[in-house]
């Protein structure tokens, strides 16, 4: 955000989209809205957030509470599937993918992965 800042500072004219703000988590609609206000950046986009929390940006400006459970925990399900040969979704939170032969599938993947990782820690 530093660095998005300092570059819209440098080049005024220039149309900034910030990014990786869903790591901030309950604190993104908040720290967005500071940093567009402030002329950090021009537009916050949205990226592996709305894979968990599709009504995100209508419950803000609709002045509802955030849904906690909806929230993006970073898990990476959402790119680790894609790696991998299936379709990118939010596996940890949204049921219609936890719920697919594709989740079953990922956390196949993952837990092999999981044993391959404690194997090469032995060795």
């Known amino acids: 955000m530093e660095m998005t800042r300092r570059l819209k500072q440098s080049v005024p004219e220039l149309i900034f989209v910030g990014s990786g703000y869903t790591y901030l988590q309950e604190f993104l609609p908040f720290v967005a809205q500071a940093a567009v206000r402030g002329g950090w ?12 929390y599709h009504e995100l940006l209508l419950d803000v400006i ?13 898990f990476s399900d959402c790119t680790t599937a894609p790696r991998n040969g299936l379709p990118s979704g939010c596996y ?32």
């Open 41 to 52: 950046v021009d537009s916050v986009g949205l990226g592996r957030m709305v894979l968990s």
């Open 62 to 74: 609709s002045g509802r509470a955030l849904r906690h459970k909806s929230i993006c925990r970073t």
């Open 92 to 123: 940890p939170l949204d049921a219609y993918y936890k719920q697919t032969d594709n989740g079953d599938q990922l956390k196949e993947i993952k837990a092999s992965a999981r044993r391959e990782k404690k194997l090469i820690n032995v060795s």
